[in-house]
């Protein structure tokens, strides 16, 4: 983990609010792996005071840059949105725990919704070049929030999409095309991130079908490094009744947890 200073080299808008920025950052893109994410700053003021934490969806070590995705729906992502190439700031990172690789033999399904899809990109991309076959599945409301084609389909030897109102792919549930997938002969582990109501029905879709379940858990923060407990989730199996044994703190912890762990509720 390093603070390092880091310069905006392009910031692109993808889809409807969703931007592509890209920093160099030489050295948290010689350390960064899939599922870590990084926390940035995007104003030297007090307004936003706290910085943004964001999935890293790409990184190359000997070019030293690495890919954040983003939706501009708050203060902080906003005044992100409005930095120009060339502006420098702080980002601390690699931060959290990512993936772990799926068993021998077995082929990945990724499950993205939202915000969720940029960590499903990145480990897309490296299980790939391991050999490992790849489904991508994506859900989103409409058309206009899904990504383009030439951000999704170095992730996944298959690509399949979901709208809620049906305007692009599936109409319906991103979970209709996991029930089709894991129906399918052969091992498969199950990565998922996005909303949380999403990531419920994907872990108990899951266990229904008994397929091992990942899930990328995204939670508010305030420090990243995990001394202000304020991204805690419950988890389930404890080996006793002390808080410290009952939550975890996504951001050290996680944000990669065994969907089987958490206490989801009802």
Same mark, same amino acid.
């Not at 692009?168 to 002969?185: N, Q």
């Not at 044994?245 to 009802?266: E, L, N, Q, T």
């Given at each position: 983990m390093i603070d390092e200073r880091v310069q905006l080299m392009a910031n692109d808008a993808v889809a409807d609010d969703f931007y592509l920025a890209r920093w160099q950052a030489p050295h948290i893109a010689a350390q960064v792996e899939p599922g870590q994410f990084v926390n940035i700053e995007v104003a030297a003021g007090v307004a936003p005071l706290l910085r943004i934490p964001l999935s890293v969806c790409a990184a190359d070590p000997q070019a030293g840059y690495i !890919?954040?995705?983003?939706?501009?729906? /708050? $203060?902080? +992502?906003?005044?992100? +949105?409005?930095?120009? $190439? /060339?502006?420098?700031?702080?980002?601390?990172?690699?931060?959290?725990? %990512?993936? $772990?690789?799926?068993?021998? /033999?077995?082929?990945?399904?990724?499950? %993205? =919704? %939202?915000?969720?899809?940029?960590?499903?990109l990145y480990w897309g991309a490296v299980l790939r070049r391991c050999g490992?076959?790849?489904?991508?599945?994506?859900?989103?409301? &409409?058309? =206009?929030?899904?990504? $383009?084609?030439?951000?999704?389909?170095?992730?996944a030897d298959t690509v399949r999409r979901a709208t809620d109102d049906g305007s692009? %792919?599936?109409? /319906?549930?991103?979970?209709?095309?996991?029930? !089709?997938?894991?129906?399918?002969?052969?091992? &498969?582990q199950v990565y998922c991130c996005g909303p949380h109501g999403m990531m419920q029905a994907v872990a108990a879709l899951c266990r229904e079908m008994e397929a091992p379940c990942q899930v990328s858990l995204e939670e508010y923060m305030a420090c990243g490094i995990g001394i202000c407990v304020g991204c805690a989730v419950e988890l389930v199996g404890a080996e006793d009744d002390s808080d410290y +044994?009952?939550?975890?703190?996504?951001?050290? !912890? =996680?944000?990669?947890? !065994?969907?089987?762990?958490?206490?989801?509720?009802?």
């Open positions: !890919d954040v995705l983003y939706e501009d729906m /708050g $203060p902080k +992502s906003q005044a992100l +949105s409005r930095l120009v $190439p /060339g502006v420098q700031t702080q980002c601390l990172g690699p931060l959290g725990r %990512g993936f $772990p690789p799926p068993a021998q /033999g077995a082929g990945a399904i990724l499950v %993205g =919704g %939202g915000i969720g899809v940029p960590p499903m490992v076959r790849v489904v991508l599945l994506v859900g989103a409301r &409409h058309r =206009g929030k899904h990504l $383009p084609d030439p951000l999704l389909a170095p992730a692009l %792919g599936h109409a /319906g549930l991103v979970t209709d095309l996991l029930r !089709d997938e894991l129906a399918e002969a052969g091992p &498969h +044994s009952r939550y975890a703190r996504i951001c050290v !912890d =996680g944000p990669v947890f !065994d969907a089987r762990r958490v206490k989801w509720g009802h």
